[in-house]
């Protein structure tokens, strides 16, 4: 079987950075697959976004209790 070479580029659906260095080619099911992990940018914000949420019930549940 001829042994073909495919140069793909990976960038982050949402922010569009580049994420070849978070790429790895694996085999899954008998086929090769690609696994991503996400951007760190991505983590950052998404980390944030959880951390007020629940700052913010923090703050809701101390209100109710009159603290």
Same mark, same amino acid.
């Given at each position: 079987?001829?042994?073909?070479?495919?140069?793909?580029?990976?960038?982050?659906?949402? &922010?569009?950075?580049? =994420?070849? /260095?978070?790429?790895? $080619?694996?085999?899954?099911? #008998?086929?090769?697959?690609?696994?991503? +992990?996400? &951007?760190?940018?991505? =983590?950052? /914000?998404?980390?944030? $976004?959880?951390?007020?949420? #629940?700052?913010?019930?923090?703050?809701? +549940?101390?209100?109710?209790?009159?603290?």
């Amino acid at each position: 079987m001829p042994e073909i070479t495919i140069n793909v580029e990976v960038f982050c659906g949402k &922010c569009g950075a580049g =994420l070849c /260095r978070n790429t790895d $080619v694996t085999s899954h099911h #008998g086929q090769d697959a690609f696994t991503v +992990e996400p &951007c760190q940018r991505c =983590l950052d /914000r998404e980390y944030e $976004v959880g951390y007020e949420a #629940g700052k913010a019930d923090t703050e809701r +549940e101390l209100n109710k209790e009159g603290i």
